[in-house]
């Protein structure tokens, strides 16, 4: 059993940066796969990002590609998501979630989910 809670959200203009972290409980956790995926409102679950359970491995949706970084550090159990260049189309709910299942990129793979952090970018 994983669970997992996001912080590091908030408010941001057009251009700034966050840091949004994913702190996880059980001792397995560096086991597992682990991906970003954020929510707009009227607007489908969407991938953001993934980094396999060795962290050697890392993949990003186009539209963020370039900008945010994703990485984890297994003796802290706790994966990140560094957002740089923010734009008002990055405005939506992140969630972290964990999996031992592939493939990474559709949130049907993926069993743990934290409750999520909003990220508003102002323009």
């Known amino acids: 059993q994983v669970q997992l809670a996001e912080s590091g959200g908030g408010l941001v203009q057009a251009g700034g940066s966050l840091r949004l972290s994913c702190a996880a409980s059980?001792?397995?956790?560096?086991?597992?796969?682990v991906g970003w995926f954020r929510q707009a409102p009227g607007k489908e679950r969407e991938f953001v990002a993934a980094?396999?359970?060795?962290?050697?491995?890392?993949s990003y949706a186009d539209s963020v590609k370039g900008r945010f970084t994703i990485s984890r550090d297994n003796a802290k159990i706790t994966v990140y998501l560094q957002m740089n260049s923010l734009k008002p189309e990055d405005t939506a709910l992140y969630y972290c979630?964990?999996?031992?299942?592939?493939?990474?990129?559709?949130?049907?793979?993926?069993?743990?989910w934290g409750q999520g952090t909003q990220v508003t970018v102002s323009s």
């Open positions: 979630a964990a999996t031992s299942r592939y493939p990474l990129t559709t949130p049907e793979s993926y069993a743990y």
């Open positions: 980094i396999r359970w060795g962290g050697g491995s890392t």
């Open positions: 059980g001792r397995t956790f560096s086991t597992y796969n």
